[in-house]
């Protein structure tokens, strides 16, 4: 029983790292990347479709992403999803393809980028102290229901400790190489 609460614990803090390097790759660092438009969620006949599914994103050199549209008719919607996504890049088309120049950050802006991935790695940290919580939670739970010794439990404790320690340790890695990546002239 007390396998089953760690091992749910490790895939839960699994998706919480996940979910912070998908967070991650949405942020810009001045190279281009067809990662920052994973978001982007185009207005296609009255339906939100994200642009993958729409067009081949490409990446010719370090400063351009290349959108080629499938659909010649879905181009104007294409280009109003990129400008309405608040990436600050200008779109510029040449029959169904869309090109992005990606502009070199100023300093000020990187400031606010890796403020920004401060942000969004404390919230990954919170995620899983809440995984943590749970866990200990439904410990504590089995104890009182007479499953578990209060030994199995304090010793379960422990694991769970030090399996969060290990994942608040990866998110802040993970920290450390987006700020240089953002940081890198």
Known sequence: MIDELLSDGRRRMEGAVEALLSEFNGVRTGRA?????????VDYYGTRTPLRQLANLATPDSRLISITVYDKQAVNAVVRAVQESDMGLTPNVDGNTVRLNVPVLTEERRKELVRLVRQITEDGRVAVRNVRRDVIQDLKELKREGEISEDDE?????DVQKLTDGFIERINAHLVRKEEEILEV
């Open 154 to 158: 304090r010793r379960a404790e422990d």
């Open 33 to 41: 990347s067809t990662a920052l438009l994973d978001r982007v969620t």
